[in-house]
Nanobody, 122 residues
Framework: QVQLVESGGGLVQAGGSLRLSCAAS????????MGWYRQAPGKPRELVAG???????HYADSVKGRFTISRDSAKNTVYLQMNSLKPEDTGVYYC????????????????WGQGTLVTVSS
């Protein structure tokens, strides 16, 4: 069973920075893609940034130029560097992993992290 452990959320003033981390662990799996989603109060969960196993990245328009997603393939870890934070970036940030399970030989499996709260004060 693959699990995700997130860290790095917290309270920051507008204009500040935070770095989120998400480490995947488990038996015999291959990463297809990892990403960060967020959910603000009263709003649906939305994609913030994603990165494929090949290293291609994509971002929500609202965070382009401010957020950077990166990965350490050896550690199965993905990071989200968030700069120039705005109050509207506030929300619970969830890590997402899409993977192939070598034991079950199943494609397109998905797992979510428990979420980490990011609060940006004005």
């Amino acid at each position: 069973q693959v699990q995700l452990v997130e860290s790095g959320g917290g309270l920051v003033q507008a204009g500040g920075s935070l770095r989120l981390s998400c480490a995947a662990s488990g038996r015999r799996f291959s990463v297809n893609a990892m990403g960060w989603y967020r959910q603000a109060p009263g709003k649906p969960r939305e994609l913030v940034a994603g990165i494929t196993s090949g290293g291609s990245t994509h971002y929500a328009d609202s965070v382009k130029g401010r957020f950077t997603i990166s990965r350490d393939s050896a550690k199965n870890t993905v990071y989200l560097q968030m700069n120039s934070l705005k109050p509207e970036d506030t929300g619970v940030y969830y890590c997402n992993l899409k993977y192939f399970d070598h034991v079950r030989e199943e494609f397109n499996l998905e797992v979510w992290g428990q979420g980490t709260l990011v609060t940006v004060s004005s």
